[in-house]
Protein backbone atom coordinates (compact mmCIF):
# COMPACT_ATOMS: atom_id res chain seq x y z
CA UNK A 1 0.00 0.00 0.00
CA UNK A 2 3.26 2.26 0.88
CA UNK A 3 3.68 1.92 -2.74
CA UNK A 4 1.16 2.62 -4.25
CA UNK A 5 0.34 6.16 -2.11
CA UNK A 6 4.09 6.98 -3.56
CA UNK A 7 3.18 6.24 -7.09
CA UNK A 8 0.57 8.42 -6.57
CA UNK A 9 2.23 11.43 -5.09
CA UNK A 10 4.75 10.80 -7.72
CA UNK A 11 2.72 10.90 -10.70
CA UNK A 12 1.56 14.53 -10.51
CA UNK A 13 5.02 15.63 -9.99
CA UNK A 14 6.52 14.23 -12.33
CA UNK A 15 3.34 15.63 -14.85
CA UNK A 16 4.70 19.42 -13.66
CA UNK A 17 7.99 18.87 -14.03
CA UNK A 18 7.60 17.64 -17.78
CA UNK A 19 5.42 20.74 -18.23
CA UNK A 20 8.22 23.15 -17.41
CA UNK A 21 10.95 20.88 -19.93
CA UNK A 22 11.09 22.97 -23.04
CA UNK A 23 11.08 20.95 -26.15
CA UNK A 24 12.82 23.84 -28.38
CA UNK A 25 15.53 26.17 -27.87
CA UNK A 26 16.26 29.61 -29.13
CA UNK A 27 18.62 30.03 -31.66
CA UNK A 28 21.37 32.78 -31.56
CA UNK A 29 20.25 35.80 -33.89
CA UNK A 30 21.78 35.43 -37.58
CA UNK A 31 24.47 38.01 -38.11
CA UNK A 32 23.37 40.30 -41.21
CA UNK A 33 26.78 41.72 -42.71
CA UNK A 34 25.66 44.50 -45.57
CA UNK A 35 26.73 44.08 -49.17
CA UNK A 36 27.00 47.80 -49.84
CA UNK A 37 29.43 49.16 -52.93
CA UNK A 38 30.65 45.77 -54.45
CA UNK A 39 34.71 46.21 -55.50
CA UNK A 40 37.02 43.81 -56.57
CA UNK A 41 40.59 43.01 -55.24
CA UNK A 42 42.08 44.96 -58.19
CA UNK A 43 40.00 48.06 -57.85
CA UNK A 44 41.95 47.52 -53.69
CA UNK A 45 45.51 47.47 -55.31
CA UNK A 46 44.32 50.58 -57.46
CA UNK A 47 42.87 52.11 -54.25
CA UNK A 48 46.32 51.19 -53.05
CA UNK A 49 48.36 53.21 -55.47
CA UNK A 50 45.92 56.39 -56.05
CA UNK A 51 45.63 56.71 -52.32
CA UNK A 52 47.76 55.58 -50.04
CA UNK A 53 51.18 55.67 -51.88
CA UNK A 54 50.28 58.97 -52.83
CA UNK A 55 48.95 60.30 -50.02
CA UNK A 56 50.08 61.51 -46.32
CA UNK A 57 49.14 57.89 -44.56
CA UNK A 58 50.68 54.23 -45.03
CA UNK A 59 47.08 52.35 -44.28
CA UNK A 60 43.82 52.96 -44.86
CA UNK A 61 40.74 52.41 -42.53
CA UNK A 62 37.16 51.65 -44.57
CA UNK A 63 34.27 52.92 -42.43
CA UNK A 64 31.53 52.25 -44.68
CA UNK A 65 29.66 49.07 -46.06
CA UNK A 66 31.54 48.04 -48.94
CA UNK A 67 32.09 44.04 -50.20
CA UNK A 68 34.42 41.73 -52.11
CA UNK A 69 33.60 38.12 -53.85
CA UNK A 70 36.59 36.09 -53.87
CA UNK A 71 37.71 32.45 -53.16
CA UNK A 72 40.01 31.15 -50.43
CA UNK A 73 43.16 29.94 -51.85
CA UNK A 74 45.04 29.42 -48.94
CA UNK A 75 43.95 29.04 -45.13
CA UNK A 76 46.14 28.61 -42.12
CA UNK A 77 44.95 24.54 -41.32
CA UNK A 78 48.76 23.31 -42.37
CA UNK A 79 50.37 25.97 -40.06
CA UNK A 80 52.45 27.21 -42.73
CA UNK A 81 50.59 30.37 -42.09
CA UNK A 82 49.50 31.91 -38.74
CA UNK A 83 46.07 33.97 -38.51
CA UNK A 84 46.08 34.52 -42.11
CA UNK A 85 44.83 33.40 -45.67
CA UNK A 86 44.89 34.31 -49.21
CA UNK A 87 41.38 35.60 -51.59
CA UNK A 88 41.68 35.78 -55.49
CA UNK A 89 39.02 36.88 -57.63
CA UNK A 90 39.47 37.22 -61.79
CA UNK A 91 41.45 40.47 -61.35
CA UNK A 92 43.86 39.58 -58.46
CA UNK A 93 44.95 38.32 -54.94
CA UNK A 94 45.67 39.69 -51.51
CA UNK A 95 46.24 38.21 -48.00
CA UNK A 96 44.02 38.42 -45.37
CA UNK A 97 45.04 39.28 -41.64
CA UNK A 98 42.73 37.67 -39.18
CA UNK A 99 41.55 38.96 -35.56
CA UNK A 100 41.68 35.22 -34.83
CA UNK A 101 43.06 31.39 -36.53
CA UNK A 102 40.56 29.45 -38.34
CA UNK A 103 37.54 29.65 -39.65
CA UNK A 104 38.28 29.78 -43.32
CA UNK A 105 38.66 27.15 -45.51
CA UNK A 106 40.51 26.52 -48.73
CA UNK A 107 38.11 26.65 -51.58
CA UNK A 108 35.49 29.04 -49.84
CA UNK A 109 33.47 31.17 -51.70
CA UNK A 110 33.12 34.30 -49.80
CA UNK A 111 31.52 38.33 -49.66
CA UNK A 112 34.28 39.72 -47.69
CA UNK A 113 32.66 43.23 -46.16
CA UNK A 114 35.21 46.00 -45.40
CA UNK A 115 33.70 48.07 -42.91
CA UNK A 116 36.44 48.35 -39.92
CA UNK A 117 38.62 46.35 -42.05
CA UNK A 118 42.16 48.19 -42.88
CA UNK A 119 44.12 48.12 -46.26
CA UNK A 120 48.06 48.41 -45.89
CA UNK A 121 51.41 46.26 -46.89
CA UNK A 122 53.75 44.32 -44.80
CA UNK A 123 57.27 45.00 -46.56
CA UNK A 124 55.80 45.23 -49.44
CA UNK A 125 52.99 42.75 -48.94
CA UNK A 126 49.13 44.09 -49.89
CA UNK A 127 47.16 43.00 -46.98
CA UNK A 128 43.74 43.33 -45.63
CA UNK A 129 44.03 43.73 -41.68
CA UNK A 130 41.55 43.15 -39.15
CA UNK A 131 39.24 40.69 -40.33
CA UNK A 132 37.07 39.25 -38.27
CA UNK A 133 35.62 36.03 -39.78
CA UNK A 134 31.81 36.26 -38.09
CA UNK A 135 31.62 39.82 -38.59
CA UNK A 136 32.89 40.43 -41.88
CA UNK A 137 32.51 37.44 -44.00
CA UNK A 138 29.72 35.59 -45.36
CA UNK A 139 30.25 32.16 -46.83
CA UNK A 140 28.26 31.75 -50.07
CA UNK A 141 29.82 27.90 -51.09
CA UNK A 142 32.63 25.75 -50.45
CA UNK A 143 35.31 23.53 -52.65
CA UNK A 144 35.44 26.16 -55.05
CA UNK A 145 38.85 25.80 -55.76
CA UNK A 146 40.92 28.02 -58.62
CA UNK A 147 43.33 26.71 -61.04
CA UNK A 148 47.19 27.81 -60.28
CA UNK A 149 48.65 30.41 -62.90
CA UNK A 150 51.27 28.48 -64.99
CA UNK A 151 54.17 30.91 -64.53
CA UNK A 152 58.06 30.78 -64.96
CA UNK A 153 60.69 32.40 -62.84
CA UNK A 154 61.27 35.24 -65.00
CA UNK A 155 57.29 36.08 -65.34
CA UNK A 156 57.38 36.25 -61.05
CA UNK A 157 59.48 39.29 -61.35
CA UNK A 158 57.66 41.19 -63.50
CA UNK A 159 55.43 41.78 -60.26
CA UNK A 160 52.33 41.28 -61.89
CA UNK A 161 51.07 37.96 -59.87
CA UNK A 162 51.39 39.17 -56.07
CA UNK A 163 49.16 36.89 -53.88
CA UNK A 164 47.82 34.35 -56.55
CA UNK A 165 48.30 30.87 -56.79
CA UNK A 166 50.41 30.08 -59.46
CA UNK A 167 52.22 26.67 -60.67
CA UNK A 168 56.04 26.11 -61.80
CA UNK A 169 57.04 23.59 -63.49
CA UNK A 170 60.77 21.95 -64.81
CA UNK A 171 61.32 23.57 -61.60
CA UNK A 172 63.93 21.89 -58.66
CA UNK A 173 65.95 22.79 -55.26
CA UNK A 174 69.59 24.07 -55.50
CA UNK A 175 71.81 21.35 -54.94
CA UNK A 176 72.71 22.78 -51.58
CA UNK A 177 69.59 22.12 -50.35
CA UNK A 178 69.36 18.47 -50.89
CA UNK A 179 68.91 16.39 -47.52
CA UNK A 180 67.29 19.39 -45.94
CA UNK A 181 64.24 19.73 -44.66
CA UNK A 182 62.00 22.38 -45.42
CA UNK A 183 62.01 23.58 -42.32
CA UNK A 184 63.27 23.31 -38.82
CA UNK A 185 60.07 21.39 -37.83
CA UNK A 186 61.88 20.17 -33.90
CA UNK A 187 63.14 23.99 -32.93
CA UNK A 188 59.80 25.58 -34.63
CA UNK A 189 61.90 27.57 -36.82
CA UNK A 190 60.96 28.84 -39.76
CA UNK A 191 63.72 28.39 -43.12
CA UNK A 192 64.18 29.56 -46.62
CA UNK A 193 64.83 27.04 -49.55
CA UNK A 194 65.53 27.77 -52.87
CA UNK A 195 63.99 26.96 -56.40
CA UNK A 196 65.76 26.89 -59.60
CA UNK A 197 65.10 26.14 -63.30
CA UNK A 198 67.64 24.99 -65.96
CA UNK A 199 68.28 28.48 -66.93
CA UNK A 200 69.56 29.25 -62.86
CA UNK A 201 66.65 31.55 -62.46
CA UNK A 202 65.60 31.65 -58.44
CA UNK A 203 63.01 31.75 -56.57
CA UNK A 204 62.49 31.27 -52.27
CA UNK A 205 59.98 28.61 -50.78
CA UNK A 206 59.22 29.63 -47.13
CA UNK A 207 58.37 27.37 -44.82
CA UNK A 208 57.05 27.53 -41.36
CA UNK A 209 58.70 25.47 -38.28
CA UNK A 210 55.15 25.19 -37.07
CA UNK A 211 53.53 23.83 -40.54
CA UNK A 212 52.51 19.93 -40.77
CA UNK A 213 55.59 19.25 -43.88
CA UNK A 214 57.94 21.50 -41.52
CA UNK A 215 60.22 17.92 -41.05
CA UNK A 216 59.31 16.67 -44.59
CA UNK A 217 62.64 15.85 -46.87
CA UNK A 218 63.48 18.53 -50.10
CA UNK A 219 62.97 16.16 -53.20
CA UNK A 220 65.78 15.87 -55.03
CA UNK A 221 64.24 15.86 -58.29
CA UNK A 222 63.00 18.38 -61.02
CA UNK A 223 58.90 18.70 -61.25
CA UNK A 224 56.16 20.95 -60.97
CA UNK A 225 55.46 22.49 -57.56
CA UNK A 226 52.30 24.98 -56.78
CA UNK A 227 52.16 27.26 -54.05
CA UNK A 228 51.02 31.07 -53.18
CA UNK A 229 53.04 34.02 -54.26
CA UNK A 230 54.29 36.26 -51.38
CA UNK A 231 56.44 38.93 -51.17
CA UNK A 232 58.68 40.60 -48.30
CA UNK A 233 60.83 43.85 -49.83
CA UNK A 234 62.27 42.99 -52.35
CA UNK A 235 61.94 38.97 -52.14
CA UNK A 236 59.79 36.99 -53.47
CA UNK A 237 58.58 33.68 -51.66
CA UNK A 238 56.56 30.88 -51.96
CA UNK A 239 54.49 29.61 -49.14
CA UNK A 240 53.37 25.68 -50.21
CA UNK A 241 49.91 24.78 -49.21
CA UNK A 242 50.02 20.51 -48.96
CA UNK A 243 52.76 18.87 -49.79
CA UNK A 244 50.82 16.52 -52.38
CA UNK A 245 51.20 20.00 -54.42
CA UNK A 246 55.12 19.48 -54.60
CA UNK A 247 56.04 17.06 -56.94
CA UNK A 248 59.45 16.79 -58.61
CA UNK A 249 60.73 13.13 -59.01
CA UNK A 250 61.92 13.84 -62.62
CA UNK A 251 66.00 13.76 -63.66
CA UNK A 252 67.43 16.84 -62.77
CA UNK A 253 68.73 19.47 -65.14
CA UNK A 254 71.44 18.38 -67.37
CA UNK A 255 70.54 15.00 -66.34
CA UNK A 256 69.15 12.48 -68.63
CA UNK A 257 68.04 8.91 -69.98
CA UNK A 258 70.66 7.76 -73.09
CA UNK A 259 68.96 5.57 -75.73
CA UNK A 260 71.44 6.24 -77.93
CA UNK A 261 74.84 7.88 -77.57
CA UNK A 262 77.83 8.12 -79.93
CA UNK A 263 80.75 10.27 -79.58
CA UNK A 264 83.01 8.60 -81.57
CA UNK A 265 85.76 8.29 -79.86
CA UNK A 266 86.46 5.10 -80.44
CA UNK A 267 86.94 5.37 -84.17
CA UNK A 268 90.50 5.70 -86.34
CA UNK A 269 92.05 8.37 -87.88
CA UNK A 270 91.06 8.59 -91.61
CA UNK A 271 89.64 5.12 -91.45
CA UNK A 272 85.83 4.12 -92.26
CA UNK A 273 83.51 4.20 -89.89
CA UNK A 274 82.55 1.20 -89.19
CA UNK A 275 80.28 1.26 -86.03
CA UNK A 276 78.29 -1.85 -84.59
CA UNK A 277 74.86 -1.58 -86.06
CA UNK A 278 75.37 1.75 -88.45
CA UNK A 279 75.46 2.18 -91.40
CA UNK A 280 78.30 4.07 -93.47
CA UNK A 281 76.65 3.95 -97.22
CA UNK A 282 77.42 6.28 -100.36
CA UNK A 283 80.15 7.33 -103.27
CA UNK A 284 81.92 8.71 -100.67
CA UNK A 285 82.44 7.07 -96.96
CA UNK A 286 82.34 8.92 -93.25
CA UNK A 287 85.44 8.43 -91.74
CA UNK A 288 87.52 9.11 -88.31
CA UNK A 289 89.49 12.31 -87.83
CA UNK A 290 90.91 13.72 -84.57
CA UNK A 291 91.84 17.20 -84.85
CA UNK A 292 94.62 17.00 -81.44
CA UNK A 293 91.50 17.60 -78.63
CA UNK A 294 88.44 15.54 -79.80
CA UNK A 295 87.58 12.97 -82.49
CA UNK A 296 84.82 13.20 -84.44
CA UNK A 297 83.24 11.44 -87.92
CA UNK A 298 83.92 13.31 -90.95
CA UNK A 299 82.44 13.51 -94.55
CA UNK A 300 83.46 15.35 -97.44
CA UNK A 301 85.33 16.15 -101.01
CA UNK A 302 84.64 17.54 -104.49
CA UNK A 303 82.27 16.47 -106.97
CA UNK A 304 78.97 14.86 -107.49
CA UNK A 305 78.80 12.44 -104.18
CA UNK A 306 75.88 11.42 -101.70
CA UNK A 307 77.12 10.03 -98.30
CA UNK A 308 74.69 8.40 -95.85
CA UNK A 309 75.44 7.98 -91.70
CA UNK A 310 72.50 6.00 -90.43
CA UNK A 311 72.29 5.07 -86.38
CA UNK A 312 70.98 1.94 -85.15
CA UNK A 313 67.36 1.50 -84.86
CA UNK A 314 65.78 2.51 -81.09
CA UNK A 315 61.65 2.51 -80.19
CA UNK A 316 60.03 5.52 -79.94
CA UNK A 317 57.29 4.08 -77.78
CA UNK A 318 59.98 2.25 -75.53
CA UNK A 319 60.91 5.53 -74.63
CA UNK A 320 57.82 8.23 -74.34
CA UNK A 321 59.40 12.12 -74.49
CA UNK A 322 62.54 11.23 -76.76
CA UNK A 323 64.75 13.79 -78.14
CA UNK A 324 67.80 13.70 -80.53
CA UNK A 325 71.03 16.93 -80.41
CA UNK A 326 74.22 16.47 -82.31
CA UNK A 327 76.90 18.51 -82.53
CA UNK A 328 78.38 20.06 -86.35
CA UNK A 329 81.18 21.36 -87.60
CA UNK A 330 81.68 22.62 -91.52
CA UNK A 331 84.76 23.76 -93.84
CA UNK A 332 84.72 25.19 -97.39
CA UNK A 333 81.19 24.84 -98.53
CA UNK A 334 80.54 25.38 -102.04
CA UNK A 335 77.29 23.56 -102.88
CA UNK A 336 77.46 21.31 -100.71
CA UNK A 337 74.88 20.41 -97.89
CA UNK A 338 74.15 18.09 -94.76
CA UNK A 339 70.46 17.38 -93.48
CA UNK A 340 69.19 15.18 -91.00
CA UNK A 341 66.30 12.40 -91.38
CA UNK A 342 64.48 9.90 -89.80
CA UNK A 343 62.82 6.34 -91.30
CA UNK A 344 60.68 3.77 -89.95
CA UNK A 345 61.23 1.24 -93.02
CA UNK A 346 64.99 1.44 -93.35
CA UNK A 347 66.80 -2.05 -92.72
CA UNK A 348 70.53 -1.44 -91.09
CA UNK A 349 73.17 -2.08 -94.02
CA UNK A 350 70.70 -2.07 -97.07
CA UNK A 351 70.73 0.88 -99.46
CA UNK A 352 69.45 4.08 -97.98
CA UNK A 353 67.98 5.22 -101.25
CA UNK A 354 65.73 2.39 -101.04
CA UNK A 355 63.39 2.97 -97.64
CA UNK A 356 61.52 6.32 -97.05
CA UNK A 357 62.68 9.07 -95.50
CA UNK A 358 60.89 12.03 -93.73
CA UNK A 359 63.72 15.43 -92.96
CA UNK A 360 64.05 17.60 -89.88
CA UNK A 361 63.76 21.04 -91.30
CA UNK A 362 64.56 22.00 -87.34
CA UNK A 363 67.74 21.43 -87.22
CA UNK A 364 70.62 23.52 -86.87
CA UNK A 365 73.72 22.69 -89.17
CA UNK A 366 77.03 24.37 -88.89
CA UNK A 367 78.13 26.90 -91.96
CA UNK A 368 81.70 27.55 -90.51
CA UNK A 369 84.35 25.49 -88.16
CA UNK A 370 82.83 26.29 -84.99
CA UNK A 371 80.92 23.86 -82.98
CA UNK A 372 77.41 24.19 -83.51
CA UNK A 373 74.55 22.04 -81.33
CA UNK A 374 71.68 21.05 -83.18
CA UNK A 375 69.18 21.75 -80.78
CA UNK A 376 66.82 19.62 -78.88
CA UNK A 377 65.06 17.83 -81.75
CA UNK A 378 61.34 16.69 -80.20
CA UNK A 379 61.04 13.18 -81.73
CA UNK A 380 57.39 12.61 -80.37
CA UNK A 381 55.20 13.17 -83.57
CA UNK A 382 56.90 9.61 -84.57
CA UNK A 383 56.29 5.97 -84.22
CA UNK A 384 57.76 2.71 -84.56
CA UNK A 385 61.03 1.53 -84.47
CA UNK A 386 62.96 4.24 -86.20
CA UNK A 387 66.85 5.07 -87.82
CA UNK A 388 68.23 8.62 -87.99
CA UNK A 389 70.59 9.34 -90.88
CA UNK A 390 73.05 12.33 -91.52
CA UNK A 391 73.25 12.79 -95.50
CA UNK A 392 75.94 14.29 -97.40
CA UNK A 393 75.15 15.59 -100.09
CA UNK A 394 77.64 17.56 -103.09
CA UNK A 395 77.38 19.17 -106.26
CA UNK A 396 79.82 18.02 -109.43
CA UNK A 397 81.12 21.79 -109.42
CA UNK A 398 80.98 21.58 -105.24
CA UNK A 399 83.28 21.01 -102.45
CA UNK A 400 83.08 20.68 -98.80
CA UNK A 401 83.58 19.02 -95.62
CA UNK A 402 80.90 18.63 -92.73
CA UNK A 403 82.34 17.08 -89.10
CA UNK A 404 79.45 15.19 -86.72
CA UNK A 405 80.28 14.46 -83.31
CA UNK A 406 78.09 13.42 -79.98
CA UNK A 407 74.77 11.85 -81.38
CA UNK A 408 72.58 11.97 -79.02
CA UNK A 409 69.12 10.03 -78.67
CA UNK A 410 67.65 11.08 -75.02
CA UNK A 411 64.68 11.44 -72.67
CA UNK A 412 64.89 13.80 -69.47
Known amino acids: MKYKYLILVLIPILMFLSSCIQNSF ?42 VYAVVTMDDKSGNIYKSAFIQDNTGAVNLHMQASGGLYLGDSIRLNLNGCILG ?41 QAQLIQLEDVQFI ?38 FASEQIPEGKGEIIGILSQHRDEWQLYIRKMDEVNMDGLRCGEYIAILEENFDNVVQGADIALTDWTNFGSILWKGVNNGYDTMARVGGSGENTSWLITPEFSIEEHPNLKLSFITRAMNLNQSSLKVYISSDFTSGSNPEDATWTEFTNVIIASSTNNTNSGDIDLSDYSGNVHIAFKYNCSATGSGSYFLDNVLVFTD
Open 26 to 67: EEPPEVTIPVGEALTIGDLRQMYIDSILTGPYITYKFTNDYS
Open 121 to 161: DYEGMLQIDSVHVEKNIRKIATHMFRTPKLLTIPQINTGLY
Open 175 to 212: ESDLGKTFADGENLLTENRTLEDCNGNQLIVRTSGYSS
